[in-house]
């Protein structure tokens, strides 16, 4: 099976600071998703990443997948607030499951 | 939202009790995943009901068994409750329209086992 790294375990940045999370696989990624859940509740789908070299962009989040599709990561441009969260990487097995990394948990200090 | 909704949103039991939690899909996806993701920890994929029929299996003993309906809406049961299967348990519906479709989650049902 597929085990999937998060680094760092929290992260705590101050409003208006860029952050990155990265998300190291074991083997080769055939899909990378991005999640971010809110303590104790369901998780909010933010991107999926296919390609090598793949980058996606949602307002001031942006996730890559590297050429070798091991390791992808997901940078927030002037953090505000309202990400704060935990952000869960998630990798399909190709074989009807989803393996998840341990999280990581953002705090943005106002 | 997602359009994924579950109930109960929380649940107490005591060991050795059964409990049913229940999932209703988004509208469109045929296709059910149910989660157990332990504190601090990410959800472990427990399995899929695709269509009525179990298309997956995790690393969970038979004591988690499940359900699809014809409408697509799903049930997880837990038998014999252990002290360890206290968690949140998520669900999660898709659409296999494509070779990697996006998995919409719920906002889970919280289990304390005492």
């Known amino acids: 099976s597929q085990e999937l790294e998060q680094s760092p375990q929290s992260l705590i940045v101050q409003e208006g600071k860029n952050l990155t999370i990265n998300c190291t696989s074991s083997?080769?990624?055939?899909?990378l998703y991005w999640y971010k859940q809110k303590y104790g509740e369901g998780l909010i789908f933010l991107m999926m990443?296919?390609?090598?070299?793949e980058e996606k962009s949602h307002e001031k989040i942006t996730a890559k997948l590297d050429e070798k599709k091991q390791q992808s990561s997901l940078h927030i441009t002037a953090s505000q607030p309202s990400h704060a969260g935990i952000y869960l990487c998630?990798?399909?097995?190709?074989?009807?499951?989803?393996?998840f990394g341990a999280g990581t948990r953002l705090t943005v200090k106002p | 939202e997602t359009g994924v909704t579950q109930s109960p949103t929380h649940l107490i039991k005591t060991r050795g009790q059964q409990v049913t939690l229940r999932c209703s899909s988004q509208?469109?996806?045929?296709?059910v995943s149910w989660y157990q993701q332990a504190l601090g920890q990410g959800p472990q994929f427990i399995f899929q009901?695709?269509?009525?029929?179990?298309?997956g299996r995790g690393n969970f003993p038979p004591r988690f068994s499940g359900l699809q309906f014809p409408n697509y809406s799903s049930e997880l049961n837990v038998n014999a409750l252990e002290l360890d299967d206290s968690a949140l348990y998520l669900c999660?519906?898709?659409?296999?329209?494509?070779?990697?479709?996006?998995?919409?989650f719920g906002p889970g049902t919280r289990l304390l086992v005492l």
């Open positions: 509208s469109g996806h045929n296709t």
């Open positions: 083997k080769t990624l055939y899909g």
């Open positions: 998630g990798a399909d097995d190709n074989n009807n499951d989803m393996r």
């Open positions: 990443l296919q390609k090598g070299g």
């Open positions: 999660a519906s898709s659409s296999p329209t494509s070779v990697q479709e996006t998995q919409y």
């Open positions: 009901y695709y269509r009525e029929e179990e298309n």
